[in-house]
């Protein structure tokens, strides 16, 4: 059977009727571990205090709002290339579960910065493009809500999601191309010597996959609605022309 198949909305409906369940269950499971175990079973850092527990909250967060635009970005290209309305829905599901995620970590990271810098906010290269990716998050929704034909919308959404991505991969990667900056280097990392201890990594990926299976199970979610929803407005159309 074809992955494309399942741009179907019919096709779609049911498959989810099925994962969302598990993949439920799955969500709570982990996100319930890697939170407890970061925030209760971890030592505090002799640097950092008790503030280093941040980081199963931050981490996850920020990793995940950036993979919600490149995941929009995705399922846009789809529906410029493809057509397939499931995926412009998807996209369109994506962006206030992705704009939360951001809100999470740019406050987690304010949290964090005011006992280590001394300050709430710095125009770091990081930071400064997180706040732009934010924005974005905030152009692309009022970008839908403003247009009332869903296929124009869908498609001037799907080029600012183009723009948008390469704030997306600037704050995936600033660290990389500034050394300037007051934002540590990345927790996980192939170098030792920046790589955070087995002690905060261990419950930090599980946390990290509750992350990622919240956001997978919240966009199916929202996708499940907005298939709904434009299969209302269908009918009152359809009414309203009868």
Known sequence: MSLWEYANPVR??????RVLPWLTAATVFF????????????PDDYRQGSTVKIIFLHVPAAMMAINAWIMMLVASLIWLVRRHHVSALAAKAAAPVGI?????ALFTGMVWGQPMWGTWWAWDPRLTSFMILFVFYLGYMAL?????????????TAILCLVGSVFALLSRYAVNFWN???HQGASLSMDRAEHVDSAFSTPLYFSMLGF??????????RTRTEIRARRIMALMARERLE
């Open 12 to 17: 779609f409906m049911r498959l989810t009727d």
């Open 31 to 42: 996100l319930l571990f890697g939170l407890i175990w970061g925030f209760f079973f971890t």
């Open 100 to 104: 939360t995620m951001t809100l999470i």
């Open 144 to 156: 839908w809500a403003a247009i009332e034909d869903p296929d124009t919308a869908a498609d001037l």
């Open 180 to 182: 300037q900056g007051l």
């Open 212 to 221: 990622a299976l919240f956001f997978v199970t919240l966009v199916l979610l």
